[in-house]
């Protein structure tokens, strides 16, 4: 399957650079390039991405205020993308807001070719983390520094003991093969718990669980 890829970013040469990598990758297209967050709207409910690699900061609309409207209940195109945020900093307050508007992930723009390729990769599954060296971090510093929403433990109690275990492994950053190890069970059977568990609570993907996990108190941010 073709993952169509839609990039925005306000440097040109940023985006011919991240357009020359993927379109050099089998699998991987890039149908479009926004120059700011409103044409990116314009451009991904036109050309309905698979995923978009979104920059924070962006002159007219900025990426959190787009993700929040590519993402919400609004939004005119067949399928809904999941979106790769692009910061500078490993620690980006402005992150952790795309946190809350619904993005997958995140990346540094001085990220390796093969770490683009990848995460794009993952997004487009929604079963692995990105850029482990700062998404957990990330989503740690987003965990402890805002109240626990009073819903999470309530949405908790809609799992099983099982699919409690599963979802805390996910928040410690555990793969599908990882956790049917830990488990003792087939990693098919660790991939129908995973849709189970984001059914049930209503998750997108990994990342959002790992949220959700935080913020039920099922794991707990580094101190």
Do not use: C, W
């Not at 379109?23 to 991904?44: K, N, P, W």
């Not at 900093?89 to 402005?94: A, G, K, L, R, T």
């Not at 971090?137 to 402890?144: K, L, T």
């Not at 069970?185 to 568990?197: N, R, S, Y």
């Amino acid at each position: 399957m073709t993952i169509d890829v839609l990039i925005a970013d306000d440097q040109a040469m940023v985006r011919a650079g991240f357009a020359a990598l993927l379109d050099a990758h089998d699998g991987i297209r890039v149908t479009g390039q926004a120059a700011d967050g409103a044409e990116a709207v314009r451009l991904s409910a036109r050309l309905d991405p698979d995923v978009i690699l979104m920059d924070v900061r962006m002159p007219e609309l900025d990426g959190i205020e787009a993700t929040r409207r590519i993402l919400g209940p609004a939004y005119p195109a067949a399928k809904v993308p999941r979106i790769l945020m692009l910061t500078t900093f490993d620690i980006d307050d402005y992150v952790y807001d795309a946190l809350e508007a619904g993005a997958s992930g995140f990346l540094l723009k001085d990220a390796l070719a093969d770490e683009l390729v990848s995460a794009v990769r993952v997004v487009a599954q929604g079963d692995a983390l990105l850029s482990p060296r700062v998404t957990r971090r990330m989503i740690e510093h987003f965990a402890a520094r805002r109240p626990r929403p009073p819903h999470a433990q309530a949405a908790l109690q809609e799992l099983t003991e099982r699919e409690r275990d599963v979802l805390t492994l996910i928040a410690r950053g555990r793969s599908n093969t990882e956790i049917g190890s830990e488990l003792f069970i087939a990693e098919q059977t660790v991939k129908t718990h995973v849709g189970k568990v984001f059914a049930k609570l209503a998750l997108r993907d990994r990342v959002h669980a790992v949220i959700f996990a935080y913020d039920a108190g099922l794991v707990e941010p580094a101190a």
